[in-house]
């Protein structure tokens, strides 16, 4: 059973970067949605939870790098709308912060 267990987090895991921003947000609800559920193992507990941290982490990179492609509209008071790179504060991770959601 174990063996099993580990063979299906290999394959979710490879899955992660396959996954759409949609798909990934689905499965993460999913698993948030099994986990509060308390019916799984403490095992299969992990396995969601480890998976869920993955999904997580592929989520805030897939937000920071849309984020960083946003442009905001700046109107001018004679000139027509046009847009401008937006500026933002980059935030590095804390030492001892790694896999924690940034809220």
Do not use: C, W
Request: charged share 30%; proline share 5%; hydrophobic share 35%.
């Amino acid at each position: 059973m174990a063996a099993e267990n580990e063979a299906a987090q290999a394959g979710e895991a490879g899955s992660v970067e396959g996954l759409t921003f949609e798909e990934a947000m689905d499965r993460l609800e999913s698993i948030v949605e099994e986990l509060e559920g308390g019916a799984l193992t403490l095992e299969q507990s992990i396995a969601r939870y480890e998976m869920g941290v993955k999904l997580s982490q592929r989520l805030t990179q897939t937000l920071d790098q849309a984020e960083k492609k946003i442009e905001k509209l700046v109107e001018g008071d004679d000139e027509a709308p046009a847009t401008q790179p937006m500026e933002l504060e980059l935030k590095h991770p804390e030492p001892g912060s790694e896999g924690e959601l940034p809220f």
